[in-house]
């Protein structure tokens, strides 16, 4: 699986739009960019994945660069209920996925 | 109706015993595992189970032993629980293509 780098912590406004970046920089050429998040106290959550095209879902955007070195996830109009810690993952192998530190996103009102 | 099952929530028990934890999911998906997630809330992956059949063990101690009766059941038992041991694991789910995982809320077991 390639590295990924997370900011430790960002913050955001409710209903503003939520920007949360990841480097993937040695990723390869078929290593999917998968974003998970986990709202605390509970279960890891799949929000989306892609592997090159920008791709959206009724839960966020993901826009990879063209050349898959990093991506973005974008949550339109964050709620509190979107305060979480967000986990990007670059991987090949759907079998086990590798989790990091991930970003700690507060929305505020 | 819950997708991805376990039970119990939370699980308090003394160093030595031997204790289970119940997952099931009612998603029809192929592959279950199960994650650990430590005090400082790192995720780590410790079995995965396709169709029954084990496919991954993170070098976990022999201590822990998962059992998949069938494919709808991933259950861990784990023998002469140790104060290390503590944590919140997680049972999980997927068809095992790119699709995402489905995680069920957590078992916190706490080690006395």
């Known amino acids: 699986d390639a590295k990924t780098t997370q900011p430790t912590s960002m913050d955001c406004a409710e209903g503003r739009a939520a920007n949360l970046p990841c480097n993937h920089s040695?990723?390869?050429?078929?290593?999917?960019v998968y974003w998970y998040r986990q709202i605390h106290s509970q279960g890891p959550q799949y929000i989306i994945h892609?592997?090159?095209n920008n791709e959206t879902n009724e839960m966020a955007s993901l826009i990879i660069t063209e050349d898959r070195k990093s991506s973005t996830l974008i949550l339109p109009h964050a709620t509190l209920r979107d305060t979480a810690v967000y986990y990007c993952i670059a991987t090949l192998n759907t079998d086990k996925l590798i989790f990091g530190t991930g970003t700690r996103l507060q929305v505020f009102p | 109706d819950t997708a991805v099952s376990q039970t119990p929530k939370y699980l308090v028990t003394q160093m030595g015993n031997d204790k289970s934890i119940k997952c099931e999911q009612n998603l029809g998906h192929d592959t279950m595992y199960w994650y650990k997630q430590d005090s400082k809330k790192f995720l780590k992956i410790m079995f995965s189970y396709n169709n029954k059949e084990l496919i991954i063990n993170e070098t976990v101690p022999n201590r822990f032993s998962p059992k998949s009766p069938d494919k709808a059941h991933l259950n861990l038992h784990i023998n002469s629980l140790e104060l290390g041991d503590s944590a919140v694991y997680f049972c999980a789910s997927s068809q095992g293509s790119w699709d995402g995982y489905t995680f069920g809320s957590g078992t916190r077991l706490t080690v006395v």
């Open positions: 892609g592997l090159k």
């Open positions: 040695t990723i390869s050429g078929n290593e999917y």
